[in-house]
């Protein structure tokens, strides 16, 4: 069961965020082009960097907490997840924060 630990946790954010789209209809997932264009470039950023760390020794995943799935350049299936889940998770927040509170979206000086 242990295996499970990192999956839940993505599964958990999924859970603590995704009902906006559903509850506040915020739109987000339809517009998914948009989303993945924000969100792409700097998960693969960042996934060069995990899979230069554990080359180097610098950074490791505890396999008994994954499931055990090793993706392109040695890196487990949750941590690519991760660099989509969480930012998809990010602005699903903001865009629910935004719709209850949409005099939010002004910037603060006013422009």
């Known amino acids: ?3 499970w630990n990192y999956m839940a946790m993505l599964i958990f ?3 603590g965020s995704f009902w906006l789209e559903i509850v506040l209809k915020v739109g987000v997932l339809r517009r998914i082009k948009r989303v993945a264009l924000s969100i792409l470039p700097v998960s693969t950023l960042f996934l060069l960097w995990d899979a230069y ?3 180097k020794g610098h950074w490791f995943f505890d396999r008994n907490q994954m499931l055990g799935i090793i993706g392109p350049l040695n890196i487990p299936l949750e941590e690519y997840l991760f660099f989509i889940v969480v930012p998809m998770a990010a602005i699903l927040t903001i865009e629910g924060v935004t719709t209850v509170k949409p005099h939010w979206r002004k910037d603060e000086f006013g422009q």
């Open 1 to 3: 069961m242990q295996k």
């Open 13 to 15: 954010t999924v859970c």
């Open 53 to 55: 760390a554990i080359s």
